[in-house]
């Protein structure tokens, strides 16, 4: 086999054909489905004559091809490589074909697959290939019209793209629908559905004055979990109105909940697909957590509409462009309806933990990649994550309103195209007035960039210098790095009034708060009338995507948390409070000195506790230390155990030190309101269950009583999951374990409270756990098909257990490749996803990186798919 091969940006051509319009027949069959296309062709204008005719196409028998209604001689064409090649084609043309797919076989689930009984497709990014032959890139927009053809008892529901306008019978039992989907899209947006699903159904006026139908399709016993979904569209649409002035397009708006899928949700056009753990809640089966990622990821979807849709990407090199943007308007949405400042703290230390590690891995690449050998391994954080990050700074940069004025631009003058992301920046240059020319270079330069901060205050002449320097560490294929044009959002703190100081630059008043833009390698600020010592607040807001050191003390530190008038930056301080704590424990731990708690962040915490802070959320936040991730990301190297001890011992000590308070907190904030997914219920019980965290990290008495109560009181499945998971992390397993097996037996007919059940087992830290997982394999509930169940298991086991998955005899690694050795072959997309943990070996010292790469070296023996492949490669590079 030969090795698969890359695909350059610096390639790319417009097609030398486009479809116009096609026309797709289904007739459904699980072993053999019949697919007729008829595609409208004509030559692409910017392309040469004569050039022959290319379609992707993968695992296609193909039954019938005729152009023009004459059959194409077997001499005529071509199939190998990647597809299909007609040598000679008129300029425009109607090409025929007929193919036979086997959607019960797609264990892919990629094109048209099967999941319990329904039919179902994923086209993004390369699957309409695996439906029929097709010029399956972004850039070739068409308007479908598709006729799904299935039996009528068991597929009742034929559901696709766009407005219904036929239906009928047919002979032997089966029947009809044909949709028109007016919108011209590209392949990846086509969407089929088919089974015996049930809907709830509301409606929403958009603000012209359009009447849209909007469903949601379920099957029946999750009839009760779509309230809050259908709610989150709602506002959604509304949000989406407000705030960039875009309306919804079509008369019907559908979603549709599947089983088996391999990511969260997928915009396809009037028809989105949802992972059913994207879009089913209930209160007694879901946390607020989930409630709320419901929520954004059903906006998020939904914003695809214009920022995705309407306005496509011009090749997959331009991913960020639909994505960045859509997790930006997602994130604002979210902050506009919940706690704002939880928001950003939530996607900060998500960002900061995962991908800073993706971007000083092996796979890091910039948010515009410049070649890859497999779309779908870009499917990252840096891709959705950093590119929302760079939109947030451009909106920041060119101000709310420039912005926009932007997006309207954008939207009005690049609707129904497929564009680049210098068309987005463009618009907001133009839209502005800003040289946005130095920014661009976020998109192509890989890395997290490095900001080195130091400033003096000058008593005599009250000034206070500011000092920073970037660098940009090389990343694979990218060694040398240029300046980025970075905004530093800042304020001086006071020493003594605690006061953010007035800001004086170049002689410029700036008021309070300001960013200052870093674009040169070293760059001296001097803030003139600084009436009195200052600590800096830098970086407020996370206003880039970078790391900033400060030698801040310990004490500048209990400062800011104390006073800073940046909420996030507060919060912040806390965070590089107890990590400075943590660095000293950990190195005690490595010496096998006596761990000493430092007073410093007893008294921060005792502080926080009294403060009367009102709002609950951010405090829960604030008194949550960083993960055991996230402390790894800041080590020189990772020493799991030792971060896993340091990180117990301050718990520990917490809880001791300050265990009256934590049971107050919990008194003041039990509630027995019927339950809603509500910013005040949820900060209270988030506020509430990180108190009992701690007392359940010292097995307190009564923490243990309160834990036990609050699972068997069953309220709502924050509390009653937070209460078992304490308990089976704990060390009772006299009381944890009858706790599981209640809750395993109760909810054994629901999938989405299994991968729960699944995964808070296997993030107990007891050296015992693999043997968990090994067990929960064999489970008659588990299979290695449905992806949900792979990440509950495999996934949250080898990125939420540090500590046992880096076991030194490895056996936590030959556990994760031998799952990925057998993806392989069913799934490729989740497979290369489940590599992850491993490479990242560079991370650990020598024994486990031998380990590691033994790994790595075991699956790279195997015959891989193009997706593990490439990750693997990469890693071992
Ligand atoms: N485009 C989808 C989203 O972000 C994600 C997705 C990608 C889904 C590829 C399926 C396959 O919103
Ligand atoms: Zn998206």
Known sequence: MSEPQPIYLSDYRPPAYRVTHAELTFDLDPAATRVKARLHVERHPQREAGASLELEGEQLTLRSIAIDGQPLGEEEYKIGGTGLTVHRVPETFLLDTEVEIAPDDNTALSGLYRSSGMYCTQCEAEGFRRITFYPDRPDVMATFSTTVIGDAASLPVLLSNGNPVERGELPGGRHFVTWDDPHPKPSYLFALVAGDLKKIEDRF??????????????????LDKTEHAMASLKRAM??????????????LFMIVAVNDFNMGAMENKGLNIFNSAAVLTHPHTATDAAFQRVESIVAHEYFHNWSGNRVTCRDWFQL?????????????FSADINSAPVKRIEDVSFFRTAQFAEDAGPTAHPVRPDHYIEIGNFYTLTIYEKGAQIVRMLSNLVGEAAFRRGSDLYFSRFDGQAVTIEDFVD???????EDLGQFLLWYSQAGTPEIDAHGEYDYANAEYRLILRQRTPATPGQSEKQALHIPVRLGLVGTKSGRDLPLTLDGEALGTDAVIHLREDEQEFLFTDVSEAPVPSLLRDFSAPVKLHFPYGREDLAFLQAHDSDG?????????LALLALDDLIAAHRNGVEKVMDSRVVDAFRGLLE??????????????????????????????????????????SLALALRDDFLRIIEENRSDAPYAPEPEQIAARSLKNVALSYLMAIEDEAGLEIAQQQFAADRNMTDVRHALTLMVHSSRSDIADPALKTF?????????????????????????????????????????????????????????????FHRDDGAGYRLLADTVIELNRLNPEIAARLITPLTRWARFDEARQELMRAELERIRAEELSPNVYEVVEKALA
């Open 427 to 433: 618009c907001m240059a133009e839209a502005s007035g």
């Open 238 to 251: 509304t949000w989406d109105e407000e705030t960039y002035g875009r309306e919804y397009d079509l008369d």
């Open 611 to 652: 403060a009367q802070i009102d709002d609950k959320a951010v405090l829960a936040q604030m008194l949550t230390l960083p993960s055991e991730a996230y402390i790894a990301e800041q080590q020189p190297l990772v020493d799991v155990d030792a971060i896993h001890a340091a990180r117990t011992f301050v718990r520990q």
């Open 568 to 576: 996030f930056n507060r919060w912040d301080a806390g965070q590089r």
């Open 320 to 332: 960020s462009l639909k994505e960045g943007f859509t997790v930006f308007r997602d994130q604002c």
């Open 205 to 222: 006026t958009t603000m012209s004055g359009r009447d849209v139908t909007l469903q949601l399709w379920v099957e029946e016993e999750n």
């Open 744 to 804: 395993g037996e109760r909810w054994a007919h629901d999938r989405l409270v299994m991968d729960q059940w699944f995964s808070l087992q296997v993030t107990r830290p007891q050296a015992d756990v693999l043997d968990r997982v090994k067990f929960l394999m064999e489970h008659p509930a588990f299979s290695l098909k449905n992806p949900n169940r792979v990440r509950a298991l495999i996934g949250t086991f080898a990125n939420q257990n540090p500590v046992n």
